[in-house]
């Protein structure tokens, strides 16, 4: 069956430390995202990518990083800069691009990260 | 710029009980608009859409008209189970801005009550 694996499902980290978050679909979609889910809250956009080797910055980039080598996979790095880590992370991807119409988003069961 | 308005929950329902949930929204150009559910722990998944004014899209029982003249959507049930139990958010997706990207409400938590 075709869709979103997120990796690691928990993960623990030290203040300081670098984490890269995990994000493979095999729904053959052009497009993958980025969202940020703090509790009782919406989610917040931290990077998209609508095509292999390019990626653009959501609304709260910063201390975030990115990369789309294939077109499968689209891993986060949550540095040190990173104030405030502590979330729940879901990568989306979708088959739409601007201008053809309604944008459906396939989820895929999301990553929790904990600053120690 | 877009955005979307939700109730803010949590609602707390008797099993078999009527569900509304309001979302209201602005946008620059002419949106497709969508529920997404969100069970516990889990990630989010497209309950409903409706692409044009009139629509309404429905599934497992959930309802919801796109309203052009008041800028609504609001998600209706006519009777909850438990197992519906969980965030329910709302977003639009307008074509008119870069990347066609979706806008979320803040959601809301539904708990249905045995």
């Known amino acids: 069956d075709g869709g979103i694996t997120q990796s690691p499902k928990y993960l623990f980290r030290k203040e300081g430390q670098n984490v890269t978050l995990s994000c493979e679909q095999n729904?053959?979609?052009?497009?993958m995202y980025w969202y940020r889910q703090d509790p009782g809250q919406g989610l917040r956009l931290i990077y998209y990518?609508?095509?292999?080797?390019?990626?653009q910055k959501g609304d709260i980039a910063e201390g975030y990083s990115v990369s789309r080598e294939k077109k499968e996979s689209f891993p986060l790095t949550v540095t040190s800069a990173q104030k405030n880590p502590t979330a729940f992370y879901l990568c989306?991807?979708?088959?739409?691009?601007?201008?053809?119409?309604?944008?459906?988003?396939?989820f895929g069961a999301g990553s929790r990260l904990t600053v120690l | 710029g877009d955005s979307v308005t939700q109730m803010e929950g949590p609602v707390t329902l008797s099993e078999e009980a009527f569900l509304t949930i309001n979302c209201t929204y602005t946008?620059?150009?002419?949106?497709?608009l969508f529920w997404y559910v969100q069970y516990p722990g889990e990630g989010l998944q497209l309950l409903l859409k409706?692409?044009?004014?009139?629509d309404k899209g429905s599934n497992k029982g959930f309802e919801a008209t796109y309203r052009k003249e008041t800028t609504s959507f609001h998600l209706e049930k006519g009777s909850v189970q438990v197992s519906d139990s969980a965030v329910y958010f709302c977003?639009?997706?307008?074509?008119?801005?870069?990347?066609?990207?979706?806008?979320f409400g803040g959601g809301t938590r539904l708990m249905v009550k045995p």
């Open positions: 989306a991807s979708s088959s739409q691009h601007r201008g053809s119409g309604a944008n459906v988003l396939t």
């Open positions: 946008a620059t150009g002419y949106p497709s």
């Open positions: 409706a692409t044009k004014a009139d």
């Open positions: 729904l053959n979609h052009d497009a």
């Open positions: 990518s609508q095509i292999v080797n390019d990626f």
């Open positions: 977003a639009l997706s307008d074509r008119n801005n870069a990347g066609n990207m979706l806008t």
